[in-house]
């Protein structure tokens, strides 16, 4: 249950910028690969930020696709899970898009 | 957060120290029953007042809601305390292994081996994690060496900043090896890095061959794979050749050896690795 944690961690970046206003919205950024469930997170953000600046926000959560790129003929193609066969053969592919986790943007009164 | 241990307030986190010596705490949040330390908070609450004069309270109009853009990591804090951990140990060429796997998959008993087979060699500590018991720390330090048990009470895997305060408390000497043993669970440890050099996973062959594509998180992150319990082939239906295969489809770079703890067959190998590693820091 690393949601939890990582739900612990969003609220003590939004309390860090909120500055002591109440936030009206928060928006996070979770790539689809991150192995982060939203409702999960949905669920730990009631529980984290009551009592805090950012009790009763709106959890705004943006899901960004899996990507990857061909270690061995730079071609890029999307990728469902965390590994990828090429066309050309290759098992060596990056992933350079969907493993995100970031707070994007907060919303005061 | 709790400066002695490094817990924080809801994560009923505990650490004991089994060295020899006496030493060792334990308390208990969220209920408050034995609280015996001050925590400090974190940061300072800005409180706002409302004024009978304010432009709020008399009506003219109500101040927009604003928006501030963060674009900040959700895991920045932890990243920062294990690049910490980082310096420490390259600073003191101390070789960082953290030992990831499902429950039961004899991360301990392997553990043991290796800290038999290298002790009279190159000075060994240990952090143990679990969510409860010293059990695993009592088995380490019968080995001989200095071990510090970290219970996470609720939290499923170990984050820099506790490891942090476990090399405090250990203060592991130039040259010396480091294992931190997480919590078994093949999840939520992939994502948090702890200043390690490397992770190494655990799969023994009585659990499933599809398990790496089925948590491919953590085979993609590790960078050594230890197939164990090996002497138990010959009783189960287990394809070795598979999961290999399979572990490699997940991760093609993945080094991947073959032992039994308990006969030892393939423990000359992965205790090669690492004096190598010890001998060539990064």
């Known amino acids: 249950m690393h949601e939890l944690s990582i739900t612990q961690s969003i609220v003590e970046i939004v309390i860090d910028y909120a500055g002591g206003k109440a936030v009206r919205r928060v928006q996070i950024e979770i790539g689809e690969l991150s192995s982060i469930m939203p409702d999960a997170l949905r669920f730990c953000f009631d529980v984290c930020s009551k009592d805090t600046v950012a009790e009763g926000a709106e959890l705004e959560i943006l899901r960004t696709e899996g990507q990857g790129r061909c270690l061995d003929c730079g071609r890029e193609m999307p990728m469902a899970q965390l590994f990828a066969l090429c066309s050309c053969g290759s098992r060596k592919v990056q992933c350079i898009k969907g493993q995100e986790l970031r707070v994007k943007e907060l919303e005061v009164v | ?282």
């Open chain 2, 1 to 282: 957060m709790c400066t002695t241990c490094g817990c924080s307030d809801d994560a009923q986190m505990r650490l004991t120290k089994l060295d020899g010596s006496t030493h060792s705490h334990e308390h208990t949040h969220a209920d408050g029953s034995t609280h015996s330390h001050e925590h400090a908070h974190e940061h300072e609450h800005e409180h706002e007042h409302k004024h009978e004069n304010s432009a709020e309270s008399v009506g003219l109009r109500q101040a927009p809601d604003k928006s501030i853009q963060i674009e900040q990591d959700i895991l920045f804090k932890n990243n920062l305390k294990a690049d910490e951990n980082r310096r420490y140990f390259h600073e003191r060429s101390i070789l960082a292994l953290n030992l990831v796997s499902a429950p039961g998959s004899g991360k301990t008993t392997l553990l043991e081996k290796t800290i038999l087979a290298l002790k009279n060699k190159v000075v060994i500590n240990v952090l143990e994690g679990d969510q409860e018991t010293a059990n695993d720390a009592q088995r380490i330090r019968a080995t001989g060496i200095d071990v510090i048990q970290i219970n996470t009470g609720a939290g499923c895997h170990l984050e820099s900043k506790i490891v942090s305060t476990g090399l405090k408390q250990l203060n592991p000497e130039n040259g010396s090896i480091l294992f931190i043993e997480n919590v078994g669970n093949l999840v939520c440890p992939a994502l948090f890095d702890l200043g390690e050099r490397s992770k190494v996973a655990i799969l023994s062959v009585t659990e499933g061959e599809d398990k790496p594509l089925k948590y491919p998180h953590m085979f993609k992150a590790a960078s050594i794979l230890i197939l164990s319990k090996i002497d138990l082939l010959p009783y189960l239906k287990f394809d070795i050749d598979l999961c290999i295969k399979n572990a490699l489809i997940v991760n093609p770079e993945i080094r991947i050896i073959k032992v039994s703890a308990l006969s030892g067959e393939g423990l000359s190998e992965w205790i090669q690795l690492i004096e190598a590693m010890l001998q060539k820091p990064l």
